[in-house]
């Protein structure tokens, strides 16, 4: 067999795997898990790789032997936007903890909890040190201990934090239900908050709210709330989409509750109808303040909204996300969003999203803080090159840290628990407490 032949399958092979790598971040993974979907990934792997040597085996002459070389250029290319995209965003590192420093002889991480802590100053805040303790990921496991997860919930509580914030997948599986109840309990001074994940809501949405709603935690579901701290108030939305759509993939319908201004009674007490839900007409929420000038070509007979689909602005957002999950629109096109949008107060605004692909639509709607969770760091992280995969459309972009984008500050821990396998591989578990301080900060230039 000519070495000519054993290169050029090489090649071929690689550029499939890589091909595979990044259909798998970002498509496959974001599946419902089950046989389907490992089955897939594993057609998908060898019919790439596999394929992809077989094919190289003949096509070893030019201009064929160009083609796997082409696109290993192009992958390069792709890291080293990444990279470059990624220190654009970098935010401030953790106060004495360096995030995955581990050590190369002991591998197996999958229950070394550490705890990062950060210092936020901004603007909006005017009040006394604001600590926010963040979980998420437990997915409780039968093959973890139930004393981890409360240890978990123990450390987190003992930084005496003003606010906790669960950012969803709370089960592995129905099964874990019960233990879950035996893990979750509030932490906080003021108020814990959480929002589902996307394995909540796989399993079953409706009995996970319900084991949430009973452990006392306050789940934000397509809502928000006002909470006064001191003299000051903050703004806390919960935006769990794209998960949280009905059967036909579209925004829930009636009751207007836009993604980024899901704001409904503290604000529309007065305007509330007799079930005390929004207005079904006309679409003001208080971040997107959009009425006629907006909506004139859509206008019903009598001049305001349509009443069926809630088609505010901002609502316009998650039509965007559905569409770039099936590979048709880059939510990030900023020229996909109206100019016009209205910032609604001084009030500092918190958005607890379990996936950080909102990022970029929330920072276009005045969200100060994002918190998120999903992506585990990876889970399996390679000592200096990072996460081999992430459930992101964005690749590895944030796959764990502190980031600023386009002024807001996003949040992504790697989480308490463990996906399957329940296994994590130079990728510690963590916690993040994130203080909040008065003061001013300069925003960077919006990318």
Not at 155 to 184: C, H, M, N, Y
Not at 281 to 296: A, E, H, Q, T, Y
Request: hydrophobic share 45%.
């Amino acid at each position: 067999m000519p070495l000519i032949q054993i290169w050029s399958a090489l090649l071929y092979g690689v550029a499939g795997f890589l091909v595979f790598l990044i259909l798998l971040n970002r498509r496959l993974i974001l599946r419902p898990d089950g046989r389907a979907k490992a089955l897939l990934s594993l057609l998908f792997l060898i019919g790439l790789t596999g394929g992809g040597a077989w094919l190289g085996f003949f096509l070893h002459r030019l201009p064929w032997i160009l083609v796997p070389l082409a696109l290993l250029c192009l992958v390069l290319l792709g890291e080293a936007r990444r990279v470059i995209i990624r220190r654009f965003y970098a935010g401030t590192r953790s106060v004495g903890t360096v995030p995955h420093k581990v050590d190369i002889t002991k591998p197996i991480t999958t229950t070394d909890l550490v705890v990062h802590r950060y210092e936020v100053t901004h603007p909006k805040w005017n009040g006394k040190l604001l600590r926010i303790v963040h979980l998420s990921d437990l997915h409780v496991h039968h093959d973890l201990p139930l004393a981890y997860y409360q240890d978990a919930l123990a450390i987190a509580e003992q930084s005496k934090p003003d606010i906790a914030v669960f950012t969803g997948d709370f089960i592995a599986g129905l099964d874990t239900l019960p233990k879950l109840r035996e893990v979750l309990r509030p932490i906080a001074k003021l108020e814990s908050y959480a929002v589902l994940g996307n394995h909540d809501y796989w399993a079953d949405a409706d009995a996970v709210r319900k084991v949430v709603h009973d452990s006392g935690l306050h789940l934000l579901s397509g809502e928000s709330i006002v909470l006064p701290v001191g003299d000051e108030k903050i703004l806390i939305n919960g935006y769990d989409y794209p998960w949280n759509i009905n059967k036909k993939g579209s925004l829930p319908q009636g009751n207007c509750r836009s993604p980024l201004s899901v704001i409904d009674r503290p604000f529309f007490k007065a305007r509330a109808n007799e079930k005390g839900s929004l207005p079904q007409g006309n679409c003001r929420s208080p971040l997107s303040v959009i009425d006629r000038p907006f909506f004139k070509a859509r206008a019903n007979e009598k001049g305001s909204l349509p009443q069926g689909n809630c088609r505010s602005p901002l609502s316009v957002i998650d039509r965007l996300f559905f569409k770039a999950r099936a590979g048709s629109a880059d939510p990030a096109d900023s020229s996909l969003i109206p100019n016009a949008i209205v910032q609604e107060s001084n009030m500092l605004h918190i958005v607890l999203s379990h996936t950080p692909d909102n990022i970029y639509w929330l920072s276009k709607s005045y969200a100060d803080f994002v918190f998120s969770g999903h992506y585990h760091a990876g889970q399996f992280r390679i000592p200096v090159l990072g996460p081999i995969v992430i459930p992101s459309i964005y690749g590895r972009r944030f796959d764990h840290g502190h980031f600023i984008v386009n002024g807001t500050h996003l949040f992504v821990t790697s989480g308490i628990g463990v996906a399957a396998p329940p296994l994590r591989i130079y990728c510690q578990p963590d916690i993040f407490i994130v203080d909040i301080v008065a003061g001013n900060y300069s925003l960077p230039t919006q990318m």
